[in-house]
């Protein structure tokens, strides 16, 4: 979600396979996530099908970059 542009959606099920991990998994995170207003979940249904969107918000994405600049730094590089 990192690399996608602001305010872009991915749906749950293409997050779960790109990172391979279980539905419970991958929701418990996505809560946690959500409820530090790090990212937003969008749940309707297409047809009769469930589908929850995901999004991270400004604070995500701010918190990720500072996250991976912090990250550069422990290894030396800028």
């Not at 959500?34 to 990212?39: C, D, I, N, T």
């Not at 994405?61 to 990250?71: P, Q």
């Amino acid at each position: 979600m990192c690399c996608t542009p602001p305010r872009a959606q991915l749906e749950f099920t293409r997050l779960k396979g790109i990172i391979g991990v279980t539905d419970g998994n991958l929701g418990a995170h996505l809560s946690t996530l959500a409820r530090s207003g790090y990212l937003e979940m969008e749940k309707d249904f297409v047809g009769k099908k469930p589908r929850t969107q995901v999004r991270l918000t400004r604070t995500g994405r701010r918190a990720f970059e500072d996250y991976l600049a912090l990250l550069w730094e422990i290894v030396g590089q800028d």
